[in-house]
């Protein structure tokens, strides 16, 4: 039996996750950008590979096989490793980025400080404001699941004192048509809810017991069925951009320690300077990989 990776069991609810947790292009973007024009990136808690860009050398650690087993042929393969104690030594990767997991690992900001130290760049994380998680309506329905989200994700204050000086927090406006399945791409979208397979790619839900899922599955359908969710609601079917809880912090880097510049105005966002060289292996590359002992 596969041992549980982090908080949730993604023996149990990782199959078919990475088609429901696919990237969105927008909030790619945004975080392709904070990523500046480092040539080199370490991805934590990688899952099936969601932002991870495709145009630089990218060295992805997650410890759950049945994520890591979901990952494309065209991406870097993962190392099974766990936040809290990076394989790498200090100051290997030009920047680093967590997507929507650090509520999983079991000492957050142990985890925040480890890539601090491997980084020299710029630090992206893409969270969610345990303080806000109210904003979506989905509480009406399931406020155990409001709760349960509000003790797994660290606040934000504590995330950016990890990371250091210079750390900036900005919210992130969904789109209503979010290819991402987390809980508020579907703030306009109610009937997604009943849909078990939604519901199992989004891993607050497997930590409510049975009862409480199936009560709150059922109060969104009779609202749905009788029209009460519109009349409270309805205005979100067609709202283009919602800003709930969640946030992108950035770091830029460490004091004394030389990152990579923000891409130059008029260059396209994520994408390395032709003119940028290095000396040494490009971690993630597959001559890197050949000294590597994990």
Known sequence: MTRPSGDADYARIGPGYARRRRPDP???ALIHHALGS???VLNVGA???????TDRAVVAVEPAEPMIAQRASDLSPAVRA???ALPLA?????AAMATVTVHQWPDPIAGLLEMRRVT?????ILTFDP????RLWIGEYAPDLIEVESRRYPKIAAMAGALGPDTTVEPVAIPLDCRDGFTEAFYGRPEAFLDPSVRRSQSAWSFLDRGAEERAVEALAADLGSGRWDRRHGHLRTQERFEGAVRLVVNGGRPGRTGQAAPRPGATPGRRASSM???RTIPGSAAWRATRTW
């Open 47 to 53: 899952g099936a590979g969601s932002y991870e860009p």
């Open 90 to 94: 200090d100051g290997t990767v030009d």
């Open 131 to 134: 303080e806000e998680l109210d």
């Open 38 to 40: 480092a040539r080199t």
């Open 277 to 279: 060289t290095t000396s």
């Open 82 to 84: 766990v936040a809290g």
């Open 120 to 124: 020299t760049g710029p630090i992206v």
């Open 26 to 28: 927008r909030i790619a």
